[in-house]
């Protein structure tokens, strides 16, 4: 097995789930407390993940 490949893999994965940890608890702090043009949108967005896999 290649070691460094594996920790590779593991250092990268750690980082994006750290960064995308972040960005998404002020996203949803922000969608949660505080009212702005274009919440509907970015709402939709989010969820549409969620409803798109079922559909197609």
């Known amino acids: 097995m290649e070691w460094s490949a594996f920790f590779l893999s593991l250092s990268l994965s750690l980082i ?3 960064i995308l ?7 949803a702090r922000s969608l949660a407390w505080k009212r ?3 919440k509907g949108v970015i709402e939709a967005l989010i969820t ?4 798109l896999p ?3």
């Open 21 to 27: 940890l972040v960005l998404g608890l002020l996203i």
């Open 48 to 51: 549409l993940p969620l409803v």
């Open 54 to 56: 079922p559909t197609v």
């Open 36 to 38: 702005f043009v274009g």
């Open 16 to 18: 994006s789930v750290t």
